[in-house]
Structures are given as C-alpha cells and as structure tokens.
C-alpha cells in the first residue's frame, strides 16, 4: 500500500518536473516531513538521471534563526553537510541555502539590544523576523531570476485539524498547485499532503535516505514531543511554531516548553537545564511590569521595554550560561549569542544612555574578545578620565553611568521636572546598597 503511494508521487513529481522549467525549492526543516519531501524529490532525480534527462535546478532551503536548540541545531547542521557532501558526490543539480535573519531582526537584538518583551500570543514579533522575511525574500529574489518557482512543502492534511483546514481552503490548479499568498509568481505543491503520519514514519523506516540513515532523526523524535515541522515559507497556521520539537529554545509563545522538557529527561541531556531555566526567566520577566519601562520607545505611556539594567542582566546571564556550557564541552564551535549580535545590542543600547559600552564589557569577561569602539561612546581614554575624577571624588563610577542613563532617558521628554526626584532616589539607592533598575 505504501509502496503504491510512494510509486504515485515519484511519478507524479517526475512529471511535473518535466512539465516546464521553473526551479523547484524544497523547504528543509530537519524534520520528519521536509525530510520526506527531499528523500523523494531526490529519488525522483536519481531515476531521471538514470533515464538521461536533463535536470533542472533544485533549491533545497533551510532556516537558522541563531536560537535554534543547540540539540537541533547540531542535527541539522549535520545533515545539511551530509546532504550537500552527496549533491557533490552525485554531481546533482541541487543547491543548499541556509537563510538566517538579519542582525538587526535576530532575536537577541531585538530583546536584549531594543528590549522588546519576550514574544507571546499577543506580540509574536518573532516568527516573521526571524524565518518568515529572510525565506521571502530569497524566494523572491529567485522568482525575480526565474520568473517563477515551485515551493515543494511537506505539509500534511493528517498533522492536524488547522492543517486540514487550510489545505483544503487551497486553491490548487489543475496540476495540484497553489498561489504562494505573499510572493508572486511562485506556487506551492504539497506531495504529500495525503499521507499519514504512519506513513511517514513507514517510509523513513524503511527507507534511508541516499544521503543516509535516519537514526538519528528517529532519536531526536524519541527524546521529545510534538508532531509538525514548522514551515518557513508559509505563515504557520499553528499557535506557534515553537510547538514543534524544531522550533526555538528561547521560545516564549508556548506556555510551556515541552520538547525541552522532554528531552532534558533523558541522560545525558540534563546539561539543558541552564537553557530552559532562561528561558522560563525571559517568561516570567515579561509579565512583571517592574522589569520594563513605564513608557513605550515612542514615548506613550504604557508597560514599554525591558529596563537596560534588565537586558544587562539578561546578557551578563546568557554569556555565562554559554561560557559554562562551552567548558563543559556541550557547545562545540557554537555560540548562544554571536560577536555580530553582541555589537549590535552595543549600539542599540547606546540609545538608551549606555555611554560605557556594557555589552562589550561583559563579553571580555567571559573571553569573548570583541574589537569594537564606537564613536559616539565614551573611548577608553575618556573612561580612564571620568574613573578617574570618580576615584579623586569618592564617587562609584556604576553610580555616574545610573546617573547619566536616567538623565538620557529624559531625553524626548518636554517636562523634565520629575528628573531630579529620580535622580536623588537614584543617589538614595545607591547609599543604602539598593541596586538601581535603569
Ligand atoms: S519557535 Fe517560538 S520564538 Fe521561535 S520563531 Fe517560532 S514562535 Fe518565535
């Protein structure tokens, strides 16, 4: 039975293949479905090859957001290198993207640099920053080239009832294929839209992929819960993409992460535990309106972003989880934060007054050895001048940057008269060891 819908959709993808000469692109999550796709789009291939037709350009595109879980991330990392290692071995006409958001939109810039709240169901600033617009815009850069495109997704009407729904709202031409909603000129084609999740799983089973086994697929989904990939080019449907074992260890939009939680159960993973222990802290901050600032960055009053002594504290935590995993040799090559996020947070915070450049500060304390000067901060000749007037005058130097950090949060303020109450509760905290929340 399986055997027959496998034959149904080689046959069917070799004709559509055939048909005309737009590329194809398939979405690779890592996941059991894309995975699907790609093993039978590739099957498909070999036996075109073997029939001497000529092979048009197959994309095969993936996504890092830069906070994928480091389990995840080393998973897929390994099978895009493996995947790619048989391309060339094959000489086959495939090409591996790997698409990540720009520094300006990773989720670290946007949290610890502007102090957006954590993303929930209300403010899910995510997603589309982070997987959506960098696949868009590749997409559409290769429509432009191509006049069109075809976007092969491994979506499943079985997955769930929202995924049912949506596929069967499709419009789909007679060749099976639907509109792209956002890029024009591009359409979609689900092959396996019919197939059940036992026939997923049968198939990968039974049949390793040419470019290997799925073993350690099978593990990664033995460790964890959830079901569905979370597509990058398609809006997902599903409350959040961070539901799927695939999605994002700082994911806040779940109220709960499982698929950590479920893993960290198993020995071996219990290394985990600092991870998820931020995570559930950029949760709980969210919600306590004492860790965010009474106005918006637009200066309307409202719960606004995460006070800058907050996100400090954030990095100071998130670089000192990382050191110590790095020690412990979990971490690989990898990094939790990258040396082009860390200077970008520098930047944003210099908005809000941070005139000693912290963030680059808490990065050589963990001998992370960024070289960046801004300047618009104070240079270090400058803070040897201003530490030294604080030393001749008694004056701690963390009082001054408080000092300065309220005085430029005034900044678009008309009325500035409340300036000096906060400034001498600020000079009060101080005295009394109070630690000042800027
Ligand atoms: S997994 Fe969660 S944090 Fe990541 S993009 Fe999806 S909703 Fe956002």
Not at 165 to 191: L, M
Not at 416 to 425: A, C, G, L, N, S
Request: with cysteine; net charge positive.
């Amino acid at each position: 039975m399986l055997d027959t819908k496998i034959r149904s959709v080689i046959n069917k993808l070799k004709k559509e293949f055939l048909a005309d000469t737009r590329p194809w692109v398939v979405t690779f999550s890592g996941g059991k479905d894309s995975t699907t796709v790609l093993q039978l789009v590739t099957e498909m291939l070999l036996e075109l090859r073997t029939e001497n037709k000529n092979l048009k350009k197959v994309y095969i595109v993936s996504s890092d957001t830069g906070v994928e879980m480091p389990v995840i991330e080393d998973y897929t990392g390994n099978k895009l290198i493996q995947i790619e290692s048989y391309i060339k071995k094959e000489k086959l006409n495939m090409e591996v993207h790997l698409l990540k958001p720009k520094v300006t939109d990773s989720f670290w810039t946007l949290l610890l640099g502007k102090g957006y709240p954590s993303p929930n169901q209300n403010f899910r600033w995510c997603t589309d920053r982070m997987k959506i617009k960098p696949a868009t815009n590749f997409l559409k850069s290769l429509t432009i080239k191509n006049e069109s495109i075809l976007m092969l997704l491994g979506v499943r009407s079985d997955e769930s009832q929202a995924r049912a729904q949506s596929i069967e709202k499709r419009d789909e031409n007679h060749r099976g294929f639907s509109k792209h909603n956002d890029i024009p000129n591009a359409f979609v084609y689900s092959p396996i839209k019919n197939w059940t999740n036992a026939d997923v799983w049968t198939y990968l089973s039974k049949y390793p992929a040419p470019w290997g086994k799925h073993n350690d697929m099978m593990v990664l989904y033995d460790k964890g819960s959830g079901e569905a990939d979370c597509n990058i080019a398609l809006n997902p449907e599903a409350a959040s993409c961070g539901k799927t074992r695939f999605g994002c260890w700082v994911c806040t939009v779940v109220s709960k992460d499982k698929s950590m939680e479920n893993m960290m159960r198993n020995k071996g993973d219990e290394w985990m535990e600092p991870l998820h222990h931020f995570r559930n802290k950029l949760d709980e901050y969210r919600y306590d309106h004492s860790k965010r600032q009474p106005r918006r960055r637009n200066g309307q009053k409202s719960v606004g972003p995460f006070l800058l002594s907050v996100r400090k504290d954030f990095l100071q935590e998130l670089l000192e989880i990382e050191q110590s995993l790095i020690q412990q040799g979990k971490m690989g090559n990898k990094k939790l934060i990258s040396d082009e996020e860390i200077i970008q947070i520098q930047k944003e915070w210099l908005h809000d007054g941070d005139f000693f450049e912290s963030a680059i500060k808490m990065a050589h304390s963990v001998n992370r050895l960024i070289n960046y000067e801004s300047v618009k901060s104070f240079n270090g000749e400058d803070r040897k001048f201003i530490e030294a007037i604080c030393d001749k005058n008694h004056i701690p130097v963390k009082l001054i940057e408080d000092l300065m950090q309220k005085e430029h949060s005034y900044r678009h303020q008309i009325k500035r008269t409340k300036i000096f109450t906060d400034m001498e509760k600020l000079v009060e905290n101080f005295a009394n060891g109070v630690v000042n929340e800027v």
